[in-house]
Structures are given as structure tokens and as C-alpha cells.
């Protein structure tokens, strides 16, 4: 019996993992997705009854496992690169010639070129055959573990397909996507849950990606593309064509946009015929890849310490198109910023209506001297919102004036202030509407008090049905009150499609926020400065603060100028905005009733000055650690008043580099930075040497 359940089992699996090729590999899918649901289904059910059968390969096992409590970091041996950039046309040409110049060659050199996804690059490693090991590509050297996560995605086979001969280690370079169509329906399911919404594919995918909880990560609609190898052992290939029509073979999906080209002329037809057909393809692309196509010809123009000197990113131009300013609106964002907006009439640039761009601030106006009735180009690169590059300015209508932006906030009335060395005006009244949900939101976020489920639709209700007024009354908040809040949801009605209706937020949910909030009443004084939202002052300076201070509310909120600048990091700006923050009367009514309200936090220990022993200290960590985790590393440094950062520059005091350092490492000898092993940075840590 079990002997036959086996071979179903057997069978099952390879039918499964032969329609995930034909569908994700070769984009022609032999069944419909129910027959799909009941092979997996058949499957599951044996698996179930013979629990002894199930294998780590089994596509059954790809739902996510238990959350981790922190991504591990691997160290690679050959490093994941990335690749320069050309900008347009002149630099690849640029490219080719110096490629035709190191190699010597006088006839056009091979190229292959494929599209540039634009998701997150990753690395999946095979040992004979089985799925082992993924990776995010990090700084190259050393890059977070994400197998757990990678193992959901069904597009990457557990095992190769076998019909052809498998290397014993093969280490396979990707890039993990969305396509468009999944990540809009994506982001109405959030919007439906009352989640906040994903900015763009890219993005979503990244963020699907490094999830603790790879439960999470199985229910993201991801897809992989892969285009290149770490080390591969048991076999070789001449060029980047043979890999790539080997990868298929193996169950490995690489976009089948590739394209070989006969010189740089060719390369260019490509790339500008992409760039035409980007808006039709169902992912986003942000340029086209130009690999030299010969293996000995790479190994011959060899590397530079980030990128190969073989390959090149074509990046496409900014996508334009020309229309007509319809007014301009002073836009008053959450931290009181001001940002004159145009009011575009509605234009297609890039298969994307746009009818608002950014005119960023008063001098760019100034500059580009935009005008209610101009005619202006503009444009559209990557997520970044549409802006107005530059007016056509012999298409001005008669009796335009220049634009100055209004002496009072739009919203409220306050008078808004442009401080002296700043770009930006503001609106300097907290009480602003413009300004309230915002304040609540950063309030209530994760490195803040924390409470996990007050997101943006609940917080806006809460508001505008007057049951918070201050982020106190958060505190007050009862079930009845949460119970029956309507929130606007987006709901599938059958013949409807999606349709927006008022769902109230029941028990379930109503419980679950009154206990985040319960738990956020026992915080740190650090979180409670940092939620406050006093200006310049982010998590790392709260924590500063609450060394310096000792946790004593009293102490801080009566600091003067000499003692705020005589803490060490905190310069006149940051003392300033503290300053103005504590001067306000009715901020120190709010601190004080959060307190009344529960708010309580212990003396952080080892926060005297005398257990500051890393104060003003920056450290850098790069490679493997191995008595401690990065994590612990770096909150050891910010517990003994140093600071963590993650990049090297001349203010840097030491890198603690392990085995495997990268890039960080070259960057201090190059800059001359002190650079220590892990054991004498403990040697630095009191009580560790
Ligand atoms: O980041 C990348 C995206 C796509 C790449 C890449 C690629 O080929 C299609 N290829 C290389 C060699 C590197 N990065 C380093």
C-alpha cells in the first residue's frame, strides 16, 4: 500500500513540477489552474495519510514556515555584482568601444542583451540538484538568507529537472518580480484589509521577499527571471547564450526577451525598440542589459571591484510628454511641509495618465519660472513621482504672472515660515489638520509606541469622527467605540466587481487593537521621544537622548540650549527643533497626560555617562561575525552610546570586518578608517575582554 501511495506520490510530483515549468518556464500552461488545484490537491491528501513520505522537495511544502525572529546573513565566495550604468545611447556606445579597445578585437563583438527587471536581485543555490540555499544580494559579499522565503515562490523548482545533466553545486543569479497585473490586485486586497498599499511591484516584491514570516511571502503573487551564475561545479558553457538556453532545461525560468546582437548597432535596435514596447510588457523594466556573450572574452576584460567590465545597464530615458498647467496648488504635507503642485491636464506619458507633477519648491519655480497657463514638458522616471521639467516658453499665453506660493497655510490659515538655510516652507501649526493624521500615524508606527493594527483608514475615522483629538486619546479609546467604527472597504460583489462599502470593524479586530494598545503602554523613553515627532530628531537621536537624559522626563523637558548641544551628536538645528518643541506649552500637556494615561518606561540601564564608553563613536560592521550577530553587534554599539551605521566615510571610527569583507573594507583603507577584527571591538566593550 504504502510501496503504491509512493509511486502516486512520485508521480504527482513530477506532473506538478512539469506544469509549474510549462507555465512559469515557457509561459504555456497544458491544464487549467482547477486541474492544477486537484493534482496538488491528490497530493496533499497522500502526504497526509503517509506523513513519512513527505520530502523538503515536495511542491507541497512550499506554504512558509514559522516566522524567524531575524534573517541570518550568508558570506558568498564569488561575489554578486552589479552593473554600471549607460546613460542612452552615447554611453553604450561608449561601452562598446572600450570593450573593442581591451580586447583587442577589430570586428563587432557579441553581445546579449536582455531586458533589466526591476525587482530584487537574488541567488539560488543547488546541490546536486535540490534547492539548499537563497540569498538577497546584500553588499554582495554577505547577503541575508532568504531560503525559507525563496522556497514559496513557485516558479523556482525545489529540485532541477533531471532530462539533462545537472552540475553537483550550482549558485544561479536572479532577479525576483511582480508582474503589474499582480501587484495591483495585490493592493486592492490590501486596501480591503485596511492595509497600506504598496508603492510599486518593485517594491512589493522586495518587501514580500524579506519577510520574517514566509507565510507572508507564499500569499505574494512573486515570479523569478534568472541571467547569471556564482559558482557552478561539474560543467561549463562558453557563453552567456548556452547558459541561458540551458536554465529551462534544469526547470530554471530566464526571460525569453533575450536577444543576441551582432555589434553595438544591433545592441541600439534592441534597446530602442524595448524602450518603445516597455508600457506592453506585463513587468517593469528600467533598461536593457548588454552582456558581452563569449565567457573567455569575460574573463579577459575581467572586473572592477562592484561591477563586471563585460556588462552594462542601456537605462531608458525618462519617459516626457507635453501639456498644459491648469493651476498650481500649495499642498500641505503631513509634516507641515509646503509643495506647490501643477494641475496637469490629464496627459499620457509612458501608458500612465498623469494629471498632477511635483514643482518640488519655490526656487525650482523660480528657476523654471512655471506659470498658471504654461505649456510644460513633463516627465515620469521609474516610481518617482511626475515632475515638470521645463516650460515651453513660446507657447506662454499673454498675461500670465509668476507664481509665488501663498504667506498662509491653505489648510488652516497659520502663517507658513521658510526657515533661513531651507528650501522648504512650512506650515508651523501642529494642530493643522493637514498635519493631524500624519502626526498620528508616525505616533503609533512600528519604531514609535508600536501599536500594531492602527493603520491609515482607522486612524483617519478615528479623526474625523472627533473620537481622537490627541494622540492621548488613543489611550482612552474603549471597545464600543472601536467596535462599530465604519471603515471603507473595497468589497468583490458578485456582477458588481470591486465595489466600496462601509464595513464596521467587529469584535476580532476591535480586541485585537485594544491590546496593541494596552502593550504600547510600557515602552522606552526613547520610543515615546521619537513618536512625538519633535523635528530632526529620528530613532537613533531619541536614543541619544534617553542616554543623555537618563530616561528622566523631567531632566530633558527642562533642558537649556548649552546642555542639549553639549550632548554629543546633537548639533544647534536638532537642540533647536527640541527647544521649540518643549517651549510649546501644550506638547508638555500632552507628555504629561501620556503618563497620566499609562505610559511608562524603565531607566534604560547602563545609560549614565560613565556606560557611554563608544560615545561618539561610529562603527561600521562588514563580513561574518562569529561570537555575535550583526544585530547584537550593532545594538551593543548603540547601548554603549556609539552609533551603527551601514556604510563607510571619513566620519566612520572603526569597521569591524570578518571573513568575507567586501567592498566596506576597501572603501576604509581607502579612506583610511581604523579597521579592527570582531574579537578587538569586544575588546572595546567593557566586561567583554
Ligand atoms: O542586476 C542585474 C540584472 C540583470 C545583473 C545582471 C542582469 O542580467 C540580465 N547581470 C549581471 C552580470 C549583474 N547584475 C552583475
Redesign the pocket.
Known amino acids: 500500500m504504502t510501496e503504491r501511495a509512493q509511486r502516486r506520490i512520485e508521480e504527482l510530483r513530477k506532473q506538478i513540477d512539469g506544469h509549474n515549468i510549462r507555465y512559469y518556464v515557457y509561459d504555456s500552461p497544458t491544464i487549467s489552474d482547477a486541474e492544477y488545484d486537484a493534482l496538488m490537491r491528490e497530493l496533499e491528501a497522500l502526504e497526509s495519510e503517509h506523513p513519512e513520505l513527505v520530502t523538503p522537495d515536495s511542491p507541497t511544502q512550499r506554504v512558509g514556515a514559522e516566522p524567524q525572529s531575524k534573517l541570518a546573513t550568508i558570506s558568498r565566495r564569488v561575489p554578486?555584482?552589479?552593473?554600471a550604468n549607460a546613460m542612452y545611447e552615447k554611453e553604450l556606445r561608449a561601452f562598446d568601444e572600450r570593450v573593442l579597445r581591451e580586447s583587442a578585437r577589430s570586428g563587432p563583438i557579441e553581445y546579449l542583451c536582455?531586458p533589466?527587471?526591476d525587482g530584487l536581485?537574488v541567488e539560488l543555490t543547488y546541490e546536486d540538484g535540490r534547492f539548499v540555499q537563497g540569498s538577497t544580494r546584500g553588499d554582495g559579499i554577505t547577503g541575508e538568507d532568504i531560503t525559507v522565503n525563496l522556497r514559496t515562490i513557485p516558479a523556482i523548482p525545489l529540485r532541477l529537472h533531471t532530462d539533462a545533466e545537472i552540475p553537483g553545486l550550482l549558485e544561479v543569479?536572479g532577479?525576483v518580480f511582480m508582474n503589474r497585473a499582480d501587484f495591483d490586485a495585490l493592493n486592492i486586497q490590501r486596501a480591503e484589509a485596511g492595509e497600506p498599499l504598496f508603492a510599486n511591484p518593485r517594491n512589493s516584491a522586495a518587501g514580500s521577499l524579506r519577510q520574517l514570516d514566509s507565510r507572508i511571502t507564499a500569499s505574494r503573487p512573486l515570479r523569478i527571471y534568472c541571467?547569471?551564475s556564482g559558482r557552478v561545479e561539474g560543467m561549463t558553457f562558453t557563453s552567456q547564450q548556452q547558459f541561458l538556453e540551458v536554465l529551462p532545461q534544469w526547470g530554471i525560468p530566464v526571460n525569453p526577451e533575450y536577444r543576441l546582437c551582432q555589434g553595438v548597432e544591433q545592441v541600439l535596435t534592441f534597446y530602442h525598440e524595448l524602450e518603445d514596447r516597455r508600457g506592453s510588457l506585463p513587468y517593469d523594466i528600467d533598461g536593457l542589459?548588454v552582456?558581452v556573450n563569449d565567457f573567455a572574452l569575460q574573463v579577459e576584460l575581467g572586473e572592477r571591484s562592484r561591477?563586471?567590465r563585460w556588462?552594462i545597464?542601456g537605462k531608458f530615458k525618462a519617459q516626457q510628454a507635453t501639456t498644459v498647467v491648469e493651476d498650481i496648488e500649495a499642498s500641505v504635507g503631513r509634516t507641515g511641509a509646503v509643495t506647490p503642485v501643477a494641475h496637469l491636464r490629464p496627459v499620457n506619458v509612458g501608458g500612465v495618465t498623469v494629471s498632477r507633477a511635483t514643482l518640488h519648491n519655490q526656487d525650482e519655480i523660480d528657476r523654471k519660472d512655471v506659470r498658471i497657463g504654461d505649456t510644460v514638458q513633463v516627465q515620469r522616471a521609474g516610481d518617482v513621482i511626475p515632475e515638470v521639467v521645463q516650460v515651453v516658453t513660446e507657447k506662454r499665453p499673454a498675461g500670465t504672472k509668476p507664481y509665488r506660493l501663498p504667506s498662509h497655510c491653505p489648510v488652516c490659515g497659520h502663517d507658513l515660515y521658510r526657515p533661513p538655510e531651507e528650501v522648504v516652507t512650512r506650515c508651523v501649526n501642529l494642530a493643522c489638520p493637514a498635519q493631524v493624521q500624519g502626526r498620528f500615524q508616525h505616533f503609533v508606527s512600528k519604531g514609535a509606541m508600536d501599536i500594531d493594527g492602527l493603520g491609515e483608514k482607522i486612524v483617519e475615522k478615528l479623526i474625523t469622527t472627533g473620537k481622537v483629538q490627541s494622540v492621548v486619546d488613543i489611550y482612552k479609546l474603549s471597545f464600543d467605540d472601536l467596535v462599530a467604527l465604519e471603515i471603507e472597504r473595497t468589497v468583490h460583489l458578485k456582477d458588481e466587481g470591486p465595489t466600496q462599502k462601509m464595513v464596521a470593524l467587529g469584535d476580532k479586530v476591535a480586541t485585537k487593537l485594544l491590546a496593541a494598545i494596552e502593550a504600547s503602554r510600557e515602552t522606552t523613553f526613547a520610543r515615546l521621544i521619537y513618536a512625538l515627532g519633535i523635528r530632526n530628531v529620528g530613532e537613533h537621536l531619541a536614543r541619544v537622548l534617553e542616554r543623555a537624559f537618563n530616561g528622566d522626563m523631567e531632566r530633558f523637558l527642562h533642558a537649556t540650549r548649552d546642555e542639549l548641544e553639549a550632548v554629543h551628536e546633537l548639533g544647534p538645528i536638532v537642540a533647536d527643533g527640541i527647544l521649540r518643541f518643549v517651549e510649546d506649552e501644550s506638547n508638555v500637556a500632552i507628555i504629561k497626560e501620556l503618563i497620566r494615561a499609562g505610559i511608562n518606561w524603565a531607566r534604560p540601564e547602563g545609560t549614565e555617562p560613565a556606560a557611554a564608553p563608544l560615545e561618539g563613536q561610529t562603527f561600521v560592521f562588514t563580513g561574518t561575525l562569529e561570537r555575535l550577530t550583526r544585530a547584537e553587534a550593532e545594538a551593543m554599539v548603540e547601548r554603549l552610546g556609539g552609533r551603527a551605521a551601514s556604510s563607510v566615510s571619513s566620519k566612520t571610527s572603526y569597521v569591524v570586518a570578518g571573513p568575507g569583507a567586501g567592498s566596506k573594507l576597501d572603501k576604509a583603507r581607502e579612506l583610511g578608517v581604523s579597521v579592527i577584527s570582531e574579537e578587538e571591538f569586544l575588546n572595546l566593550v567593557p566586561g567583554n575582554s
Open positions: 554578486m555584482l552589479s552593473l536582455e533589466k527587471l536581485a543569479r532577479e541571467y547569471g542589459v552582456k561591477s563586471p556588462a545597464a
